[in-house]
């Protein structure tokens, strides 16, 4: 198994590296109104998208693929929230 690169070893920290979210006062309209969208839903999670804020091209192309992927479609979304919950559970995925 290749060994997996650690950032952290020149320094001899195991922390991890951390992205911050984009102050509030910078956000666009745009993005106000996908983080409002997202609180309605209860998705997708409102602090990945405050990372992916720091390159607007990147949230907004997350937040289409969710919101086509996880709101629209041919399945009702409580179906597809089951199959979610189901999938987690078979992999012991906490999240």
Known sequence: MAKRFDRNAKRGGNE????GFVADEVLTEEQRDMLQAADENGAPNRNLL?????????MRGFFQLW??????GVLDHRLKEIVRVKIAAMYSCGY
């Open 16 to 19: 991890l590296s951390r992205i």
């Open 50 to 58: 405050m990372v992916l804020a720091h390159r607007p091209e990147l």
């Open 67 to 72: 919101q086509d992927t996880f709101l629209r």
